[in-house]
Every structure is written in structure tokens, then in C-alpha cells.
């Protein structure tokens, strides 16, 4: 590292379009992109975000969740403080429908099923999460095979992430022997090599209005 290089890693500038899908006094509606940051990182070059963009048009915008840099997908964001206690809580109490779409090395045996393993921070390894069954905290994702590709040896799977760990779908899927295609994190190199982005997209989103509780449910095509 050069003497007057940042001490931090510095992401590429992303040039597409944060797409709203929904906008209203209350809550906003995204579709970020992958190489998107969902908030801004570390140091003054790594402030474009879906939550910088946001916060031009609307300095009240709030963050509830996130997605990876590499993941694309729906995202809420909160406008104003009342609405990032009630979205919070939804989300913390998993009154939020969450769906993902991935592309996976290898063809699971079975048709659908459950992973159940705890996950905690790989301390000497950040950012990457471990499993761990001491300190590990319980995380549960629910899948369905969509469609089998026995000529590339891929599959492609609908996840439902019952809880929200840290990576938690990409290393869920490494321990059973199923990493996402384009994982730099978890992906073996060969399964790394098979495509320039992630392929994990949060293809549904659906949760209570923060103020008149109505549900909304928004939906969107993995780009890959």
C-alpha cells in the first residue's frame, strides 16, 4: 500500500441507476444494483450508496436493512424516524417477506430444504462470517430448487431467509456443498471464476405499510 493510500479498501464507482419502485411520506421502495453500497462505507470515497442517493432528494431517509455490495434487489428505506421504529421492529420480529433468487454450484439431491447452522464473525478473516457452534448465533434459511442445469453443473434456488445473519445465504450454501456462483467470499476459485458478479438478487419484498398497515409486495427478476 502506497505511504498515502486510505487504510481501507475503496469500492469501484457504480454507474447504474438506483431504480425506486415506490416512494411516499413514509417509506421508499429500491432496486439497488449489485457493486452498490446499500449505505456508505468508510472514508469519503465510499459514500455512494442507495442511502447517500436517497438522502438527496429526501435528507429524512432512514436505513432499515441491507444487502451485500455484490447482491442486487429490493431494499425499504424508512423516511423519518416513527417509520424506522416500526419497519425495525417488523423486520426484528420477521413479519417481512423476504425472497432470493442464487444460482449454485452443483445439483442438489433434494427439492427443497432447511440449513440450521449458527453463524458467527471470522474474526481474523473480516469480513466473513464462520460457522460456529459455540458463539455462533441460530440462523435458519428455507430452499427450493427452481430449475437443475446438469450440463454446467448449476442449479438455480429460491432462498428464504427466516433470519437476517451477516452472509448468511452465502455460507449457508458453501456448508452444503453448494456455493453461489461469483462468491469471492466463500466460492471455491473455480466456482468463483464462473462469473464476474454474485449471483444472489432479493427478488421479493413485502412488509406492512409503517403508517396505514397495509401490506405491500413488490417483486423483481434476478439480471443474471
Known amino acids: 500500500m502506497a505511504p498515502d493510500a486510505p487504510p481501507y479498501y475503496i469500492v469501484p464507482e457504480c454507474h447504474e441507476?438506483?431504480?425506486?419502485?415506490?416512494?411516499?411520506?413514509?417509506?421508499?421502495?429500491v432496486e439497488k444494483p449489485a457493486f452498490l453500497l446499500s449505505v456508505p462505507g468508510r472514508g469519503p470515497e465510499n459514500q455512494d450508496s442507495a442511502a447517500y442517493r436517497l438522502q438527496q432528494d429526501e435528507p429524512e431517509t432512514r436505513v432499515v436493512h441491507r444487502l451485500d455490495l455484490d447482491t442486487s434487489g429490493l431494499m425499504v428505506f424508512a423516511v423519518g424516524i416513527e417509520a424506522q421504529r416500526v419497519l425495525n421492529r417488523a423486520f426484528a420480529e420477521r413479519q417481512v417477506e423476504k425472497e432470493y433468487i442464487a444460482d449454485v454450484d452443483g445439483l442438489p439431491e433434494s427439492d427443497s430444504g432447511?440449513?440450521?447452522?449458527?453463524?458467527?464473525?471470522?474474526?481474523?478473516?473480516?469480513?466473513?462470517?464462520?460457522?460456529c457452534y459455540e458463539r455462533g448465533k441460530q440462523a435458519l434459511t428455507r430452499y427450493t430448487v427452481i430449475s437443475r442445469h446438469a450440463d454446467a453443473q448449476t442449479s438455480r434456488l429460491l432462498l428464504r431467509p427466516v433470519t437476517g445473519r451477516s452472509h448468511q445465504l452465502r455460507i449457508h450454501l458453501r456448508e452444503i456443498g453448494h456455493a453461489i456462483l461469483g462468491c469471492d467470499l466463500y466460492a471455491p476459485p473455480q466456482v468463483l471464476a464462473r462469473s464476474p458478479r454474485l449471483h444472489l438478487h432479493a427478488s421479493k419484498l413485502g412488509f406492512h405499510h409503517p403508517a396505514s398497515g397495509e401490506w405491500l409486495h413488490f417483486s423483481s427478476p434476478a439480471p443474471f
Open 17 to 29: 441507476p438506483l431504480l425506486v419502485r415506490h416512494r411516499d411520506a413514509h417509506c421508499i421502495v
Open 114 to 131: 432447511e440449513i440450521t447452522l449458527p453463524i458467527a464473525p471470522d474474526w481474523q478473516n473480516r469480513p466473513r462470517q464462520r460457522i
